[in-house]
């Protein structure tokens, strides 16, 4: 017992570990988090382009973006009042006739009217803006 490692990690457990610190791995995790701060970059440029789609809240320094939705009247006339249930509309269009799933935010607390816009590929990312820019011109 007095040379047994002082955590419990298996041989797999390890080599995998090793794996992942080796050179080529870093690498790739660090070409990973260059693109997705490209990708959010983008996100954040875009989504604000797109008529009834409102502030952006949060530090926008993570891997989704949160955006509020605007009332279909405020979105005519360029105000800012945000719309829990357009939004909630927006999100159940979204995922079951578009195929492209955000995730509905306005239940919590700070976030009425909010959608949560995860960072993905440039494609997904260009799927996302599309989609949205579609159905709040309905």
């Given at each position: 017992?007095?040379?047994?490692?002082?955590?419990?990690?298996?041989?797999?457990?390890?080599?995998?570990?090793?794996?992942?610190?080796?050179?080529?791995?870093?690498?790739?995790?660090?070409q990973?988090?260059?693109?997705?701060?490209?990708?959010?970059?983008?996100?954040?440029?875009?989504?604000?382009?797109?008529?009834?789609?409102?502030?952006?809240?949060?530090?926008?320094?993570?891997?989704?973006?949160?955006?509020?939705?605007?009332?279909?009247?405020?979105?005519?006339n360029?105000?800012?009042?945000?719309?829990?249930?357009?939004?909630?509309?927006?999100?159940?269009?979204?995922?079951?006739?578009?195929g492209?799933?955000?995730?509905?935010?306005?239940?919590?607390?700070?976030?009425?009217?909010?959608?949560?816009?995860?960072?993905?590929?440039?494609?997904?990312?260009?799927?996302?803006?599309e989609?949205?820019?579609?159905?709040?011109?309905?």
């Open positions: 017992m007095n040379i047994k490692a002082p955590y419990s990690v298996s041989t797999p457990t390890a080599h995998l570990a090793f794996s992942a610190l080796s050179p080529s791995s870093l690498s790739t995790f660090n990973n988090i260059t693109q997705l701060n490209t990708n959010r970059a983008y996100l954040l440029s875009h989504l604000p382009t797109i008529p009834g789609v409102g502030k952006i809240l949060g530090g926008n320094h993570a891997n989704f973006v949160v955006v509020q939705i605007l009332s279909k009247e405020a979105q005519k360029g105000g800012g009042e945000v719309d829990n249930e357009r939004a909630e509309e927006v999100y159940l269009r979204l995922a079951r006739k578009e492209v799933v955000v995730r509905f935010r306005g239940k919590e607390l700070g976030c009425e009217g909010c959608l949560r816009v995860t960072v993905g590929t440039r494609v997904e990312c260009e799927r996302v803006l989609r949205l820019r579609e159905v709040l011109s309905e």
